[in-house]
């Protein structure tokens, strides 16, 4: 039995700071939500805050896609102009609703605040549409179903906004209305310590097995690879079980290269095997300067397995604060097998961390030398039951060296405990 042909939906970001270097997060966020959905997303624009540019881009989407979704433009100042772009892509004119003035005011004297005359844009909607509550602030959404029965969503442009309403309210309705009688689930697979070709070579004999009604996309960041599925079945059921196939396949070629699952990252991962012995690790930081204990940190709950770290940036602090001798810098320098081992020691004995994570490293521009250039990375792990170290030299700017030397310690210390 054929699947049904997958909903089509396209992304339309209104705002001209989107264009002046703020970057433009919706695209992604929607993207990733329509398609565990089991809606295709594919194209997404961004255009300045101008009549004729939201028009033109309306009527080129609906004439495609079966969704088009309207991100931005629904305040209340004069540039905020998509209500008049869409009306004039659909052919509509725009319809005052007292009942939504009387109920945009009524939040502001909720909040004790004067409602500013200039608000009242916000009550005008396209004749036809269905009005979306915004329970974070004042621009209602809108819906819209053309007579061809494609849908046309407006939502504010704020994420704090944005986000409930289409997780509350749109998603729900473009589930229901174009994703019966089919089922879909989506999962990402993470990898470290693999090229993006590598993977590529290696996942296309799993991924070429499965047949129709899988989409794969491979991204790549700073020594990481994300293997994003979707999988569409007879039902929802059928579509996880193709996925835990997939999942079983890939961890069986990669082995503990693949680290997470979906949300998880290196250092959650981490976390979950310290959490899981009763573990507690403290890191020691040079070159990186925090950035391991930041992401450490990140994830709730952290605490139940994280102390905390030092920053030796300095030689006088590695010497002070995690005990690394005098001599052993003279002899092997700061940047060395010797002082990472020394420093992630330190660190156990300064804290009383069962498990001591430590770097150090040249991350640049300058202060390279041929024997130790740019890039070159120490980093160790110290347990209670084993000790390892590694020799790595990173490539890319300043930071991508500080990124992908955190990392490096984080899968160094995923092995040790594996």
């Not at 179903?145 to 986000?163: A, I, K, S």
């Not at 994703?179 to 590598?198: D, F, I, N, P, Q």
């Not at 020691?284 to 905390?308: D, I, K, W």
Request: aromatic letters at 4%.
């Amino acid at each position: 039995m054929p699947l049904p042909r997958r909903a089509r939906a396209e992304i339309l970001c209104v705002g001209s700071e989107l264009l002046s270097g703020k970057v433009n997060t919706h695209a992604a966020y929607l993207s990733l939500a329509l398609r565990a959905a089991g809606v295709a997303p594919e194209r997404e624009s961004t255009m300045i805050d101008d009549e004729g540019e939201i028009r033109d881009a309306v009527t080129a989407a609906v004439a495609r896609a079966d969704i088009v979704l309207v991100c931005g433009g629904l305040g209340p100042t004069f540039d905020d102009i998509t209500r008049e772009g869409v009306a004039a892509a659909l052919g509509r004119r725009l319809r005052y609703e007292p009942e939504l003035w009387e109920r945009i005011q009524k939040r502001y004297r909720r909040f004790k605040m004067r409602v500013p005359s200039n608000n009242k844009r916000q009550a005008w909607i396209v004749d036809g549409a269905a009005v979306l509550d915004n329970p974070r602030g004042s621009a209602p959404g809108q819906w819209i179903t053309l007579e061809n029965g494609t849908v046309v969503v407006l939502m504010p442009g704020p994420f704090r906004e944005l986000d409930p309403m289409f997780r509350g309210a749109v998603l729900p309705a473009l589930k229901k209305r174009f994703c019966r009688g089919s089922g879909t689930a989506a999962r990402v697979l993470r990898l470290y310590g693999v090229s993006e070709s590598e993977a590529d070579r290696r996942l296309e004999p799993i991924l070429y097995k499965k047949g129709k009604g899988l989409e794969a996309t491979i991204l790549a960041d700073l020594g990481r690879v994300s293997l994003h599925l979707t999988a569409n079945a007879a039902s929802t059921a059928a579509a996880r079980k193709r996925l835990r196939s997939i999942e079983n396949a890939v961890r069986k070629e990669f082995g503990s290269r693949l680290y997470g699952i979906d949300e998880e990252t290196l250092e959650s991962a981490l976390g979950k095997r310290l959490k899981a012995r009763r573990w507690k690790a403290a890191v020691a930081e040079s070159c990186t300067g925090g950035l391991l204990g930041q992401r450490l940190s990140e994830t709730p709950g952290s605490s139940a397995y994280f102390l905390g770290g030092i920053i030796a940036y300095a030689d006088t602090v590695k010497t002070a604060a995690l005990g690394v001798p005098r001599a052993l810098l003279r002899k092997h320098g700061a940047v060395s097998d010797a002082c990472v081992r020394a420093m992630a020691q330190g660190v156990r004995t300064a804290t009383g961390a069962d498990v001591g994570i430590a770097i150090t490293g040249v991350a640049g521009p300058g202060g390279g030398t041929p024997e130790k250039p740019v890039g070159l990375v120490h980093v160790a792990v110290v347990s209670p039951s084993r000790a390892r170290a590694a020799r790595i030299l990173l490539p890319g700017t300043r930071d991508q060296v500080r990124s992908r030397a955190a990392s490096a310690a984080a899968a160094l210390a995923l092995s040790v405990l594996s």
